[in-house]
């Protein structure tokens, strides 16, 4: 079946290093890719996206990368801090514009964990 | 002023009895959904209404009944809860083809 998967579970890092967390995808009719971070207790939060005629999208401290011909995806947080400490989760959307009304699929989740 | 909001934040009861959960959500949006994370974190879609209609319905257990009233409510009853129900429920929103927000969770857990 499809899937979006994640490549590392767990990620520890020093506070103010650049952290990566990756992501694999297998289905070839993705078009639409969202992060999320999930911190203890709490539901999933936005973080970035990327549609497929993208490479590269930025935000603040955050950046993602799409490689269409691996479906791969990573997301690079610049500076990380404690706060950055959490589940991180890739998502996909086949079709996003089409009729796929939102069923995300998410992958595994890595958990990082940034030490001060 | 909390744009997705579940209750109740936790949910402790016996196998067999029925519960309700009750989703809302003041963003606008036309479409709402449930999904369940297990114990390892895993998230998956159950359901999912687009202008109170279903539109996504996962194989999911028939004991599992959403219910939409309106565009910003989205319920979820279950009937005679079983220990695998056991679990983080969230409700979503978005406009379709949008990220979605999601509520913080309604802890499950049957004893």
């Known amino acids: 079946g499809e899937s979006v998967g994640l490549h590392l579970p767990t990620l520890s890092v020093q506070e103010g290093d650049n952290s990566i967390i990756n992501c694999a995808y297998s289905?070839?009719?993705?078009?639409?890719f969202i992060w999320y971070k999930q911190e203890s207790g709490k539901g999933p939060q936005f973080i970035i996206d990327?549609?497929?005629?993208?490479d590269k999208r930025q935000g603040q401290r955050v950046t993602v990368l799409l490689n269409k011909t691996v479906k791969h995806l990573s997301l690079q947080i610049a500076a990380t801090q404690p706060g950055d400490s959490a589940v991180y989760f890739c998502?996909?959307?086949?079709?996003?514009?089409?009729?796929?009304?939102?069923?995300?699929?998410f992958g595994q989740g890595t958990i990082l964990t940034v030490h001060p | 002023d909390t744009a997705v909001s579940q209750t109740p934040k936790y949910l402790v009861t016996q196998m067999g009895n029925d519960k309700s959960i009750k989703c809302e959500q003041n963003l606008g949006h036309d479409t709402m959904y449930w999904y369940k994370q297990d114990s390892k974190k895993f998230l998956k879609i159950m359901f999912s209404y687009n202008n109170k209609e279903l539109i996504i319905n996962e194989t999911v257990p028939n004991r599992f009944s959403p219910k939409s009233p309106d565009k910003a409510h989205l319920n979820l009853h279950i009937n005679s809860l079983e220990l695998g129900d056991s679990a983080v429920y969230f409700c979503?929103?978005?406009?379709?083809?949008?990220?979605?927000?999601f509520g913080d969770g309604t802890r499950l857990s049957i004893l």
């Open positions: 998502a996909d959307y086949p079709n996003a514009g089409g009729t796929s009304y939102g069923k995300l699929t």
């Open positions: 990327i549609r497929s005629n993208m």
């Open positions: 979503a929103s978005s406009h379709s083809g949008q990220p979605q927000h």
């Open positions: 289905n070839s009719a993705s078009d639409y």
